[in-house]
């Protein structure tokens, strides 16, 4: 890279000498290979996000809350294998080295990293589009890993913390829909600051039969859990609606939707939004105890939204059981 030089921008942003690497991290960022140890007895859990800009963000974005979220939508999967965060690499394409950008940018980032014990332990850097591609490691005991494939008929369906809110903010962005300034500055902050829910997934490992995050839209996300489990689910509208933080902001004195916000697009949001970074997970009624007692043990809150049933396919239904038809849509890139 010109101006800084790719290695002075590397050693000055990425690099932190004299830092403990943590557990597993046997040699960091700087030699041709990072080393790490498993914990013997462990297994790895290893996914990549790639964030690139203008598609999943926007190119004018604070960089502090980028390097936040670039990082977070990764432990989110960490979070949703009930795996502990250990290491991560960062493929950084920009296009320029400004240290305005990178400063804020490494800080967001490595607040978050410090915040889970997860070392930067490697990367690669390039000129080029912005575009931001992380690696994380996390370590799992085996057998304890929470899938997509162990729902089961019976289970219940919980849904981690709120949801809709960051579709929401970018559609009020975007002049689809109108929150007050404050409400809008909330919601907001859960599209360009989702918190990844690791201390949930591990309190949920042995209690929860398979779970995913909710990157694309519930519907989606648990599509994928019903079609890897092969059963069907049915959902409330009702207690899926109320996981919206931004619907106090948009109904009126009597909890009716009354602004500027319909139900219907409410629901969307919250059905179909995504880039919330919750996890959708399910579990068996007998185990409903211990679901709460991993919502307070990780000081997450957790909302049951459904059942699944044997068969296939997602039902919508109402507080009084009517079912309700809707085209919605989860996100998809190629789609
Ligand atoms: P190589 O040429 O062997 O691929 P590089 O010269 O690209 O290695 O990188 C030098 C060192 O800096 C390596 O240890 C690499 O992992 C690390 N590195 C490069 N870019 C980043 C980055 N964005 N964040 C963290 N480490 C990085
Ligand atoms: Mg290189």
New binding site residues.
């Given amino acids: 890279m010109a101006g800084l030089g790719?290695?002075a921008l590397?050693a000055r942003y990425?690099?932190r000498p004299g830092r403990a690497l943590g557990p597993g991290v046997v040699l960091g960022?700087?030699?041709?290979c990072?080393l790490v140890q498993p914990t013997p007895g462990m297994q790895w859990a290893v996914s990549s996000d790639m964030l690139v800009s203008g598609r999943h963000f926007f190119p004018d974005v604070d960089p502090r809350t980028l390097g936040h979220k670039a990082l977070a939508v990764n432990l989110s999967d960490l979070a949703a294998c009930g795996a502990r965060p250990r290491a991560f690499?960062?493929?950084?394409a920009l296009p320029e080295a400004r240290p305005e950008w990178l400063e804020p940018f490494s800080e967001g980032l490595f607040a978050l990293a410090d915040a889970h014990g997860c070392a930067?332990i490697?990367?690669?850097?390039t000129r080029g589009p912005l575009n931001i591609c992380i690696t994380v490691m996390g370590e799992v005991v085996p057998g304890q890993a929470l899938l997509r494939s162990g729902a089961r008929a019976g289970d219940d369906i919980y849904v981690s913390g709120t949801l809709g809110d960051a579709a929401l903010a970018l559609q009020c962005l975007q002049g689809k829909a109108q929150l007050a300034p404050a409400a809008l500055a909330k919601a907001r902050q859960r599209m360009e600051q989702p918190t990844p829910r690791v201390a949930l997934g591990l309190a949920l490992r042995g209690t929860a039969t398979a779970a995913a995050d909710v990157s694309d839209g519930l519907l989606g996300d648990l599509g994928h859990i019903l079609a890897q489990s092969g059963v069907g689910a049915t959902i409330n509208a009702d207690s899926a609606i109320s996981l919206l933080a931004a619907r106090a902001d948009i109904t009126g004195a009597r909890g009716q939707f009354d602004s500027e916000v319909p139900y219907a697009q409410a629901l969307e949001c919250v059905l179909a939004g995504g880039d919330d970074y919750e996890l959708v997970f399910t579990a068996p009624p007998s185990q409903a105890t211990a679901v709460q007692a991993a919502a307070l043990s990780s000081g997450t809150p957790v909302t049951r939204i459904g059942h699944i049933h044997a068969g296939s396919g997602l039902l919508l239904v109402n507080a009084n059981g009517d079912r309700l038809q809707g085209n919605w849509k989860s996100f998809d890139h190629f789609a």
């Fill in positions: 790719e290695f590397i990425f690099q960022v700087g030699d041709d990072a690499t960062l493929a950084l930067l490697g990367g690669d850097t």
